[in-house]
């Protein structure tokens, strides 16, 4: 926006903007009017598209979630929806994002146990500081964390190679604080929700972290797979079922890989 005008411009623009008041008009408007304002806009606040929705007969007032003001920039797909439902009277079937993704799930291993024997508050450090070495080390092999409840750790990779690397530095550099972890890693697609990462995929990689033992690092077979060739060695742990997820799932604990 800087530098689609010139200071003296812009000055103008904003001047002739905020002296426009169409307010007397707005009661005289006798066509179907649909007003959409994000309730988070971080230009102009929601109130004066309420007011507008309030003033002329009959309109229909959407508020969006998000904060962009721009109409393409954000959730436009949603924003679209309301469009074409006014118009058309049909509410379009709107198609989640989905991408292929490897999930990585850490666990730290009797932190129930490890919390009552060091206290409420010593423990909330420990965490915080166990929080910020896996961030560090999810950013620097490419990786996104995605959620953190309590002492446990939700990130995706562009790849398994990658999510492999980083659950082998987190259980080292996380033996420097005294804990022990598990990993979960599976390779599946993915359905991206904003900020979040949801879908089955999800469900399998926080199942297989589940079964891991303490410092088990734990691929399903998809992984497994994707990684023939590698220099990464596996042993197979069998056949398992995993909670809410159907059939049968063959697991593989790493035991080598290369840095």
Request: hydrophobic letters at 45%; glycine letters at 10%.
């Amino acid at each position: 926006m800087r530098i689609a005008a010139s200071p003296g411009a812009g000055i103008t623009l904003y001047r002739m903007n905020v002296e426009v008041d169409i307010r007397a008009i707005l009661p005289t408007i006798r066509v179907p009017t649909l007003i959409l304002h994000r309730r988070g806009d971080r230009l102009q606040p929601c109130e004066g598209a309420r007011y507008m929705a309030g003033q002329i007969p009959g309109a229909k007032f959407v508020e969006l979630p998000g904060d962009d003001h721009m109409l393409w920039i954000g959730d436009a797909d949603l924003l679209l929806a309301e469009i074409q439902e006014f118009l058309t009277g049909e509410t379009p079937m709107l198609e989640a994002d989905r991408v292929l993704a490897t999930v990585l799930f850490i666990d730290v291993v009797q932190s129930t146990q490890r919390a009552t024997e060091i206290g409420d508050s010593r423990w909330r450090d420990l965490v915080d500081n166990y929080h910020q070495l896996v961030s560090k080390e999810v950013a620097r092999l490419g990786g996104r964390v995605v959620n953190t409840a309590g002492d446990g750790v939700f990130a995706t990779f562009d790849g398994p190679a990658r999510a492999i690397k980083c659950a082998r530095a987190v259980r080292d550099v996380v033996g420097s604080l005294g804990l022990a972890i598990r990993c979960g890693i599976h390779t599946g697609e993915c359905v991206i929700e904003g900020d979040d990462v949801a879908g089955i995929a999800v469900h399998i990689g926080a199942r297989v972290a589940a079964r891991a033992d303490p410092g088990e690092i734990l691929l399903s077979s998809t992984v497994k797979d994707l990684i023939a060739g590698s220099r990464v060695e596996c042993s197979d742990r069998g056949s398992h079922t995993l909670k809410g997820v159907p059939g049968r799932w063959r697991l593989f604990a790493v035991q080598e890989c290369a840095r």
